[in-house]
Structures are given as C-alpha cells and as structure tokens.
C-alpha cells in the first residue's frame, strides 16, 4: 500500500523558519524524484522545489530561491523541505509527490497547511 504523508505544517509570523517533512513507504523510494508543490484557494497548484532520486538535481521556484532547501534521504524514504525567512506569500497547502518517469507513475500526500502571518 502506497502511503505518502507530509507533516510539519503550522502557523508561523514572518520571518520564521518550519521544516517540512513527507515520508513515504509501499514504493522503491529512491527511484522516484520527489516535490513539494503548494497551493491557496482560487489558484493552481505550484511547483515549489524537486529533487531527483539521488539528490544529483535540484531545481527552486524563482520565489523561494536561497530561503528553502529540499533535501531527501533515501534510507528513511524521506523528503524535507526546510523554509527559511518566511514570507506571507508562502501560505498555502504544501503537498509532496513521488514521481518515477519512466514508469509514469506518481502518488501525492494529502498536505499539510502553512500559514505565515504575524
């Protein structure tokens, strides 16, 4: 049974600092890159970071560049995301996902709610 579930969600002021984590189980995690992506009501869903399998890339929205940092570790079929410096523009819902290209196949959490606000 595929499970994948984020935590450490939570109402910070700006300025703060939270760290996200999304542990997964019932898949080969370190053959899937893995995201966290984040939305608020009314817009689409947003690409916030990704990491591939073995952590060789990394890719940042332009938004969060040199204030988040994902990082991965495969012997506990984990993702983080650490958010630094936080802004009121980072609300949202924070949902990771695990994606293996090759197969096409993806699984998403459930998320976990950030709030930012003084």
């Known amino acids: 049974q595929v499970q994948v579930v984020e935590s450490g969600g939570g109402l910070v002021q700006p300025g703060g600092s939270l760290r996200l984590s999304c542990a997964a189980s019932?898949?080969?995690?370190?053959?899937?890159?893995m995201s966290w992506y984040r939305q608020v009501p009314g817009k689409e869903r947003e690409l916030v970071a990704v990491i591939s399998s073995f952590g060789a890339t990394i890719t940042y929205a332009d938004s969060v560049k040199g204030r988040f940092t994902i990082a991965r570790d495969n012997m506990k079929s984990t993702v983080y995301l650490q958010m630094n410096s936080l802004k009121p523009e980072d609300t949202g819902v924070y949902y990771c996902k695990a994606r293996n290209g090759a197969r096409r196949l993806e699984y998403w959490g459930q998320g976990t709610q950030v709030i930012v606000s003084s």
């Open positions: 019932g898949f080969t995690f370190s053959t899937y890159a």
